[in-house]
């Protein structure tokens, strides 16, 4: 075999192994959300069953532009993401994580609904964010290649 077709067989292989390792996820209420999502691998799909769900971290998790994770809610405006006050915390924290998506989610009751830190490559598309204290969505500390797609923010600065 010359070297093209040697090369072509390997990165065939790669490609069937990446699908094979990739994973759908369903994730139920009484299911702990956090320990779920931090135990993800590149081009996982998290599919989030309606309900209310305690405050969400996702922090040191590099994806990659051909295997991202994606979060999203299994049926769109049912999956509530809640913080226990408006005067302080997070709905979602993304730090310090690559190529992420999150989709279809409501995110409420805390001083900030999304906050993205020292990440890159956030796609944040679809969801609700209200009643949180300040930001409904803040995006710092060198975060950068964060799209922001298609939300609603509303009932913020509440504080």
């Not at 409501?106 to 906050?115: D, E, H």
């Not at 975060?143 to 913020?156: A, R």
Request: with cysteine; proline share 3%; charged share 15%.
């Amino acid at each position: 075999m010359n070297a093209s077709k040697i090369f072509l067989v390997i990165l065939i292989f790669g490609i069937i192994l990446q699908t094979i390792q990739a994973k759908i996820i369903v994730v139920y209420p009484d299911n702990d959300l956090n320990a779920i999502l931090n135990n993800t691998t590149g081009g996982d799909t998290v599919l989030i069953k309606p309900g209310t769900y305690k405050c969400i971290s996702l922090s040191n998790k590099k994806y990659s532009e051909e295997s991202p994770l994606f979060v999203r809610a299994f049926d769109p405006e049912t999956v509530y993401v809640s913080g226990n006050t408006i005067s302080k915390g997070i709905s979602l924290e993304i730090k310090s994580c690559s190529y992420v998506i999150i989709q279809g989610l409501n995110f409420l009751n805390s001083m900030w609904g999304i906050y993205v830190k020292s990440s890159d490559h956030i796609i944040i598309k679809n969801n609700e964010i209200y009643n949180t204290g300040q930001e409904g969505i803040h995006i710092g500390r060198s975060s950068h290649y964060v799209d922001i797609l298609g939300n609603k923010i509303h009932n913020m600065l509440i504080y």
